[in-house]
């Protein structure tokens, strides 16, 4: 495969108050939206967009479960037709935002994202990953372009708990390094092509705009205040980890996500949290130095990060097997890595984070 490709949504807009262009863009592309927003979110903001979208010809908000399963699509979409819908509104976190994408590839209708917390790069991507009714993930569904428009509100980021912010940290700092390895090891990205040069300079900035900001940003949130660390934080966490890793690629630290599922005291982890560790893990697996290793693992420890296994309240014995195997069996990226790669490396390095952790 020699071609590469690159995809991004339509727009994107940031700041503080950005709620307030959302009935602009909504009249870009329709008249009549409909909103697929949690119950608690609708408490929170429902007045807000009633009150922005005012001059829509009508709006719908849909009763969404909190799961993102094919079921709830299916309803949704059912009563996005009813509503003659003609763009959707994914208002939320990243299931909500994933439930929204599903009624868009129902109907074919264009979309906005309004993310409520920075805690993944999901709104900027045309994934939408599903789950069974009991939490398990099910498949991932792909829209035939990104969204039309991703709008993120930083007076509303904020206000969420600072675990989300931190989370959605853990999550971008893999790109890098997931995004390097996918392409030296002629992977492919969610294109099905070579990732481009700008996707790798992409993860590279994001990367250093954390390392540089995350600390202050970090404590801005704990006060609830979106300072300019906070801008750039949220821009690394939401654009840039997103645009790396849908047209860069990715490596062991998401594949590991797979197997993070089958420990519940980790499946219970946000993703970002979990992303965290896989990326300690590759980084193991690349050789990577004392030195190198020390300084981040310093880094996760003042921002929270989980370090190892044990961070997690893991204690079962055949936990890292589990992981392992799972991740090994069923991830598709894990083999974008241009190093020597095997189960019992990928082992050893949750063995070795192990001792560290412990002292």
Not at 12 to 26: D, H, K, R, W
């Amino acid at each position: 495969m020699n071609l590469r490709a690159f995809g991004a949504p339509g727009r994107y807009i940031q700041g503080p108050g950005a709620l307030s262009e959302l009935g602009a863009l909504v009249r870009l592309f329709g008249r009549r939206p409909f909103i697929v927003a949690d119950a608690i979110v609708t408490d929170l903001l429902g007045a807000r967009l009633r009150q922005e979208l005012a001059g829509a010809e009508a709006v719908s908000f849909a009763a969404f479960s909190g799961e993102c399963t094919a079921q709830d699509i299916d309803t949704l979409a059912d009563a996005a037709r009813a509503a003659q819908a003609d763009v959707i509104v994914g208002v939320g976190g990243g299931k909500a935002i994933d439930t929204a994408k599903g009624v868009r590839m129902a109907l074919s209708a264009p979309i906005i994202i309004v993310p409520t917390i920075a805690s993944n790069d999901s709104p900027t991507s045309r994934l939408a990953v599903l789950y069974t009714p009991d939490h398990v993930l099910s498949e991932v569904r792909l829209m035939t372009a990104n969204p039309d428009a991703v709008l993120v509100d930083t007076s509303v980021i904020v206000a969420a708990p600072a675990r989300f912010f931190v989370a959605g940290i853990g999550d971008a700092l893999s790109k890098k390094f997931e995004v390097e390895q996918c392409a030296r090891a002629g992977g492919l990205n969610f294109f099905k092509a070579r990732p481009t040069d700008l996707a790798v300079t992409i993860a590279d900035a994001c990367y250093r705009a954390i390392r540089s900001d995350a600390e202050a940003a970090v404590d801005s949130v704990t006060r609830k205040t979106a300072d300019a660390p906070v801008e750039r934080v949220v821009e690394a966490t939401i654009l840039l980890s997103g645009l790396a890793f849908e047209s860069g690629g990715l490596s062991i630290a998401h594949s590991l996500t797979r197997g993070f599922s089958t420990v519940p005291e980790v499946a219970r982890a946000l993703h970002g949290e979990q992303v965290a560790l896989g990326l300690l893990v590759q980084l193991l697996a690349e050789g990577r130095d004392e030195a190198f290793m020390a300084d981040l693992l310093a880094f996760y420890g003042r921002l929270g990060l989980p370090r190892a296994l044990e961070d997690f309240g893991v204690r079962a014995p055949d936990a890292v097997e589990r992981i392992v195997s799972v991740s090994w069996d069923t991830a598709p990226y894990i083999r974008n890595f241009v190093h020597p790669l095997s189960p019992q490396v990928l082992a050893e390095g949750f063995a070795t984070l192990s001792r560290i952790a412990a002292g």
